[in-house]
Nanobody, 116 residues
Framework: QVQLIESGGGLVHPGGSLNLSCVAS????????LGWFRQAPGKQRELVAR????????NYSDSVRGRFTMTRDVAKNTVYLQMNNLEIEDTAIYYC?????????WGQGTQVTVSS
């Protein structure tokens, strides 16, 4: 059974940083396309960052490019999202995703709140 468990969310001031982690069990992360999504209240879930399987190249949405960095550690079976210079608009629940063709796995989400 595939499980994704996120952690690292919290409350920070604008300009602050957080590092989210997503630990996978029941599978090996390198076989999946990996993504971080977020969903703010009243908004649709959106893709924030993505690493295509078998690569370490990350792609980012325009809203976070230059501030967020997505990485993966195959040895630890863990995906990370380093978030710097956080803005109030980054407030959302952040979800880890593993995708291959029509199969999707999601974590339970971790809350990120940016507030002054």
């Amino acid at each position: 059974q595939v499980q994704l468990i996120e952690s690292g969310g919290g409350l920070v001031h604008p300009g602050g940083s957080l590092n989210l982690s997503c630990v996978a069990s029941g599978t090996l992360i390198y076989i999946w396309d990996l993504g971080w999504f977020r969903q703010a209240p009243g908004k649709q879930r959106e893709l924030v960052a993505r690493i295509v399987r078998k690569t370490d190249d990350a792609n980012y949405s325009d809203s976070v490019r230059g501030r967020f960095t997505m990485t993966r550690d195959v040895a630890k079976n863990t995906v990370y999202l380093q978030m710097n210079n956080l803005e109030i608009e980054d407030t959302a629940i952040y979800y880890c995703n593993a995708n291959f063709l029509s199969t999707d796995h999601w974590g339970q989400g971790t809350q990120v709140t940016v507030s002054s």
